[in-house]
């Protein structure tokens, strides 16, 4: 089965955004309950402690150690929608910089004249028949070793978009891994011209 990396290249660019993280001091330790005294211990003529003078005091250092913490900027929450278009914009452009290397080992590679003549004209009547079935125009084929690479170009970008996978799905005579990248062009009418990269033949 044909493996396909589909990645559609994002317009403009995307800001990393990296906030910093200001931690948070850790919880207060809880307030020790005040000592009391053994009730086997003699009274000395100290006045024991009310439960209400206990609660007093606990309240006391609470509100000092929220005062404190009042006076200390508390972390930003993260934005989790900027970090998510951030590793999309990551993600995309490792793709295209593969597919980019991909084109130029294909432009360095030699032609196998045992296998690439018959190859380029059989994905070239297989793109044919495809192409006037999803609509595109087939502006070129060609064969190396084991590799091929076909330029199409569709009218539009919104065409492109709707069938460019419906390209990498189709079967060919070829049986090939197929790769397309497809190029956003910097106006949503223009048409647009794509490399499909057929690798791995057999």
Known sequence: MASVAL??????IAAAVVAGKNELPSAPEPVADVA???????????????????????????????AELRGQEAPQ???????????D????ARVQERFA?????????QVDPTWAPQASKSLRTDLGALSER???DLEDVECK????????????????????????????????AIDIVLKRPDGEAANVANPVIFSNCQ
């Open 101 to 109: 290397t991909a084109l130029q080992d294909f432009e360095r590679a």
């Open 145 to 176: 070793d084991r590799r091929c690479v076909a330029q199409l170009r569709w009218a539009t970008h919104q065409k492109a978009a709707q069938q460019f996978a419906a390209v990498a799905h189709s079967k060919y005579s070829v049986n090939c």
């Open 7 to 12: 990645v559609g290249a994002a317009a403009g």
């Open 36 to 66: 009391r005294a053994p009730a086997s211990e003699p009274d000395r003529g100290r006045r024991p402690r009310t439960d209400e003078a206990m609660t007093s005091a606990r309240l006391a250092r609470l509100e000092e150690e929220l």
């Open 89 to 92: 914009e990551a993600e995309s």
């Open 77 to 87: 929450p993260q934005d989790s929608s900027t970090d998510q278009a951030v590793d």
């Open 134 to 136: 999803l609509g595109f």
